[in-house]
């Protein structure tokens, strides 16, 4: 746990608490762009409800045939997990004795084309470099876009599968909450983290410094209707 103090203007103390989110909900429920088919015995890995079972498959070549054939795939990597003192995932086998292959993570052609556009306020516009060129071919820069998505959101959910999730508590002096935030998640965000404690402090010392010009009008302004 990483814990930092930090006094008011006025005196009063707040202290930030940052400490791993044990009860971090996997990414794999989020709105992902990539597609994950994970098979283990001993771990619940990947998507939920994707449809595929590996006991009418014959192999790993035989569930990437099947994902290439049914899902129109643009980018796919292998899966290997390293289960040593603890689990983690990649594209590539981390040890010869501890790793083993459990599945595929992959993009496919409808998930391009669905976010073959970019943001521009309310307004979807298209991409100065699109996904998808007029004659519904995926270019170099969907490809190029695939692979990223893929390489984001497997680091992601790694940190998930290795705790490397966090969540700050602020405390007053009296050791009551004012406020908490959870699902953070790399080493990065304990940084920013921080930035918003900072800022937090910097809010009520603002409010600080308002309440105290407002305390001396009032007393001043009473000193001078004393001697008029």
């Not at 699109?130 to 940190?159: C, H, M, R």
């Not at 800022?199 to 302004?221: C, F, G, M, T």
Request: negative net charge.
């Amino acid at each position: 746990m990483i814990t930092i103090y930090k006094n008011l203007l006025d005196g009063r103390e707040f202290s930030l608490h940052i400490e791993r989110d044990e009860w971090a909900k996997s990414p794999r429920d989020w709105d992902n762009l990539t597609k994950m088919v994970c098979f283990n015995r001993n771990y619940k890995l990947g998507d939920n409800g994707h449809g595929y079972d590996f006991r009418y498959l014959d192999s790993w070549d035989d569930l990437e045939n099947t994902l290439r054939s049914n899902e129109n795939v643009v980018s796919l990597e292998p899966l290997y997990l390293y289960d040593h003192s603890g689990i983690s995932i990649s594209t590539s086998r981390q040890c010869t004795w501890d790793s083993s292959m459990v599945g595929f993570i992959y993009v496919t052609k409808d998930e391009l084309v669905a976010n073959n556009f970019k943001w521009s306020g309310k307004d979807k516009v298209p991409l100065d470099n699109p996904y998808i060129d007029d004659n519904g071919e995926v270019t170099d820069e969907g490809f190029e876009a695939a692979k990223s998505w893929i390489d984001s959101e497997l680091k992601t959910y790694d940190q998930y599968l290795t705790g490397d999730v966090y969540r700050y508590v602020i405390r007053d002096e009296d050791d009551e909450c004012i406020d908490s935030c959870s699902g953070y998640f790399g080493d990065d965000s304990i940084e920013e983290i921080k930035k918003e404690f900072y800022s937090l402090i910097d809010h009520y010392n603002k409010q600080q410094d308002v309440l105290d010009n407002l305390e001396a009008k009032r007393i001043s302004d009473y000193y001078k209707s004393l001697f008029n």
